[in-house]
């Protein structure tokens, strides 16, 4: 940061006070308050591209989350219909419904003592903390939430429902 040089001021009363030059204050003030300005401007502008994103997402019904079709699993056999790995959960629909992954991370949501993050499902299921692991595992989180088997809160945890 600049130096800040000490001016002296003589007062009413012949009384001498020693402080930083004005001048030296208000240049890297005004320039951090330009670079709040600009920072306050790019996160308003963050925060409406992801409501665009989530109020897309709501309009498809959560099926494609970020942009990404899910494959869909085939049962062999003549006239058997397609069946996706995780089903709109429906009354009565128990966990038998979803891979056996999906039901790991279902019994981890449902034995923890409160709301769970990403992270806390990926290291309960043996992964490591890195984004590479833990990003496919909030995925599917979300997965689980849209589809009505998690509750998602507003800061991104997972509770059963």
């Known amino acids: 940061m ?6 002296v001021r003589r007062n009413a009363g012949d009384e001498v006070t020693v402080g ?3 001048e030296e204050i208000t240049r890297p003030r005004m320039r951090l308050t330009e670079r709040a300005e600009l920072l306050r401007k ?7 591209e992801l409501g665009r994103l989530e109020a897309a997402e709501a309009t498809d019904g959560g099926r494609r989350p970020s ?6 699993r085939v ?11 995780v089903p709109d959960r429906v009354e009565g629909m128990g966990l038998e419904a979803l891979t056996s992954e999906y039901q790991r991370i279902m019994e981890i949501v449902a034995g923890a003592d409160g709301p769970v993050m990403a992270k ?7 992964r490591e903390l890195t984004p590479g692991k833990v990003e496919p595992v909030r995925g599917q989180l979300r997965k689980l ?5 998690l509750k998602r809160t507003g800061s991104g945890r997972y509770l059963p429902r």
């Open 20 to 22: 930083p030059d004005e």
């Open 145 to 149: 939430a849209d589809r009505g088997w």
């Open 2 to 7: 600049d130096d800040v040089h000490l001016a």
């Open 67 to 72: 942009g990404i079709v899910e494959p869909e």
């Open 120 to 126: 806390d499902v990926a290291l309960a299921l043996g």
């Open 42 to 48: 790019e996160l308003a502008e963050i925060d409406a």
């Open 75 to 85: 049962a062999a056999g003549p006239g058997a219909g397609g069946m996706r790995l």
